[in-house]
């Protein structure tokens, strides 16, 4: 990719599915899977490229995409009615979407156009919402459209982390015959290693955050609150056309808490600032850790943060294909004590990023349990495609807390930034 600003660009649900195909048959296969059922905001999104707001925002509301690795159709969405209008306009390309419900618009009536009038996206509409015989409900129409298709008596391979106990056991009823699998963790495993068009939007929303990001320390002035160096960079993220997911400032000893809430509390000169940042674009997730110091450091301050920067760097250089998450764990946790702080404690040290801040896998010892998006998925060695945050935040309460967080991506040789901001302190 060049260097330079990153252009926007407003028909992304236009784009090529952001599905890894061949990764998707390889996962798929291997567990005797005929068919995926994603369930998920996430998942329905992978599989299909198709945002479905309600989806996303209103708690209950069922959306589905499925998809078969050995089929040359596109994938299959179903969606309430009312959310139909995102597929009308940018419709997925060789996907097919089936409706649930009642649409929720007028027409003929009032100030509704009659349908002889309608054309381009308002006339899919209403094809689709009033010409077609909708299904009462999202299970029913999943299933009938996995048994029309061949599926009735298939292993299916249906992503749990998006439905209740009771959803799936409905599901199961609804078809008999087939052996259902769970599939959370196979499309997590597939998600891991990203297609190039994915490579593009992680860029694209690493780059924003960059931007917005030097916005907020340019505005790091004695006497600036935390709230208003917040609403700075949450500002600056939405004047790209790109949406905040967490914006976390901290100033001087509150720097020692990780999540906090912006405050009124005033910059100081000698006080450590925090910044762990993120934004959406294009679905896309961008998160970012930077520390300055506010005048000249400390020695200790500057102890600390060169102690973690070693610490990051070491783990970056670690990472290319073929090693181990937990090998890379241990070269920057020995690395931060080797460097001056020798009580330095992580449970990780990175994690996968993707249409998840906390995408697979994790960089985190080995034997983890962790529960960081769904779990580590166990320590396979890293592949090529892959995306990582790279990070060793340090915390102590009541002094000072620091972090240094950057996004790269593995190539055949090791990593490459996707991150562009100087990691000076000062």
């Known amino acids: 990719m060049t260097a330079g600003p990153f252009v926007l660009d407003y028909t992304w649900q236009a784009a090529p599915i952001l599905l890894n195909h061949d990764r998707a048959r390889d996962v798929l296969g291997e567990a005797g899977a005929d068919v995926v059922v994603a369930t998920s905001p996430v998942n329905v999104a992978y599989l299909s490229g198709y945002y479905c707001l309600a989806h996303w925002t209103i708690l209950g509301t069922l959306a589905f995409a499925f998809h078969a690795p050995s089929a040359a159709a596109g994938p299959v969405v179903v969606a309430p009615a009312m959310e139909l209008d995102a597929w009308a306009e940018e419709p997925v390309p060789g996907g097919e979407i089936l409706l649930y419900g009642k649409p929720s618009r007028t027409v003929g009536r009032v100030v509704g156009a009659p349908p002889e009038q309608l054309a381009g996206d308002d006339l899919f509409i209403h094809e689709h919402a009033f010409e077609r015989e909708s299904a009462a409900n999202a299970i029913d129409a999943l299933a009938d459209a996995l048994k029309e298709r ?224 769904g779990g580590g998925l166990g320590d396979e060695p890293i592949e090529e495609g892959m995306v990582f945050c790279v990070e060793t935040p340090y915390y102590a309460l009541g002094t000072l807390g620091m972090i240094v967080e950057d996004t790269v991506v593995i190539t055949a040789t090791g990593a490459r930034y996707l991150t562009d901001l100087p990691r000076t302190l000062v």
């Open 150 to 373: 061949g599926y009735a008596r298939a292993t299916i391979a249906l992503d749990e982390s998006g439905i209740t106990y009771a959803v799936r056991q409905a599901i199961a009823d609804r078809l008999p015959e087939a052996r259902l699998i769970d599939g959370a963790a196979l499309l997590r495993r597939v998600r891991m290693v990203k297609t190039p068009v994915e490579v593009e939007r992680l860029q694209g929303a690493t780059r924003i955050a960059g931007r917005a990001l030097r916005s907020a320390i340019d505005a790091l002035v004695p006497g600036v609150t935390e709230r208003e160096v917040w609403q700075r960079y949450n500002s600056a993220i939405a004047a790209e056309g790109a949406l905040t997911t967490f914006t976390v400032v901290n100033f001087g000893r509150r720097t020692g808490h990780t999540h906090t809430i912006p405050s009124d509390y005033r910059l100081r000169t000698g006080d450590v600032v925090k910044f762990d940042v993120g934004c959406s674009y294009q679905m896309y997730q961008a998160d970012i850790g930077r520390t300055r110091v506010i005048g000249d450091p400390t020695d200790e301050q500057a102890a600390v943060y060169h102690a973690l920067l070693v610490g990051q760097q070491a783990a970056i250089g670690a990472l290319r294909p073929g090693v181990r998450p937990s090998e890379v764990f241990n070269v920057a946790v020995e690395a931060v004590r080797e460097s001056g702080l020798p009580g330095y404690q992580r449970h990780h040290v990175g994690h996968g990023i993707g249409l998840d801040v906390y995408d697979m896998p994790v960089l985190q010892p080995a034997g983890s349990s962790s529960e960081l998006g």
